[in-house]
């Protein structure tokens, strides 16, 4: 078994920043990508950013230049840094593992979702 937990979400003003964390813990044997999604209520569940095992990362347009992921390997955690908040960044932001486990087994793992809102 696999959890990722989130951490860090909560309530800001526009303009604001926050700092989401997830940490991956259990049957771990190595973690491939790690990733950010968010969705909104009605809406399909939306890529933020990704981070690669050797650091490489990659950002959805209306994140670049705002966002930044960074991940942790040896603590198998990743984070976000969230600058200059909009309301439109308002979702439940979900973190997600790609996993090799010690039962030899690969799969995709997310988290139970953090709450954003980012008031006007």
């Known amino acids: 078994q696999v959890q990722l937990v989130e951490s860090g979400g909560g309530l800001v003003q526009t303009g604001g920043s926050l700092r989401l964390s997830c940490a991956a813990s259990?049957?771990?044997?190595?973690?491939?990508?790690m990733a950010w999604y968010r969705q909104v209520p009605g809406k399909y569940r939306e890529l933020v950013a990704t981070i690669t095992s050797g650091g490489s990362t990659n950002y959805a347009d209306s994140m670049k230049g705002r966002f930044t992921v960074c991940r942790d390997s040896a603590k198998n955690t990743v984070h976000l840094q969230m600058n200059s908040l909009k309301p439109e960044d308002t979702a439940v932001y979900y973190c997600?593992?790609?996993?090799?486990?010690?039962?030899?087994?690969?799969?995709?793992?997310w988290g139970q979702g953090t709450q954003v809102t980012v008031s006007s």
């Open positions: 259990g049957s771990i044997f190595r973690i491939t990508a």
């Open positions: 997600y593992a790609n996993v090799y486990t010690t039962e030899q087994t690969v799969g995709d793992y």
